[in-house]
């Protein structure tokens, strides 16, 4: 089994920044993608970035030059920078990837998702 843990999020003022962290552990024989996505109250979840194993990454045009979506291998951790933070950011932020458990048995892990909320 594997497991996705986010840490990082938090109450924050218009223009300010967070950093979020998204831990995978259990039984992992490589992580592929792994990508960031958030859900407002009312709304649908949308990605907001994701990264490859190669480190290409993606983002979706309303974070673009905002956020930064990085990965630590070594650590199974993908990474979420936020700067200029705006209310409209507020939600619940997910981190998911593909993790293959064996060499042919490829999954999709989701956290449990952390709030971030942006208001003075």
């Known amino acids: 089994q594997v497991q996705l843990v986010e840490s990082g999020g938090g109450l924050v003022q218009p223009g300010g920044s967070l950093r979020l962290s998204c831990a995978a552990s259990?039984?992992?024989?490589?992580?592929?993608?792994m990508g960031w996505y958030r859900q407002a109250p009312g709304n649908e979840r949308e990605l907001i970035a994701g990264?490859?194993?190669?480190?290409?990454?993606n983002y979706a045009d309303f974070v673009k030059g905002r956020f930064t979506i990085s990965r630590d291998n070594a650590k199974n951790t993908v990474y979420l920078q936020m700067n200029n933070l705006k209310p409209e950011d507020t939600a619940v932020y997910y981190c998911?990837?593909?993790?293959?458990?064996?060499?042919?048995?490829?999954?999709?892990?989701w956290g449990q998702g952390t709030q971030v909320t942006v208001s003075s």
């Open positions: 990264i490859t194993i190669g480190d290409t990454t």
């Open positions: 998911n990837a593909e993790v293959g458990i064996t060499l042919l048995h490829i999954q999709t892990y």
């Open positions: 259990g039984t992992i024989f490589k992580i592929y993608a």
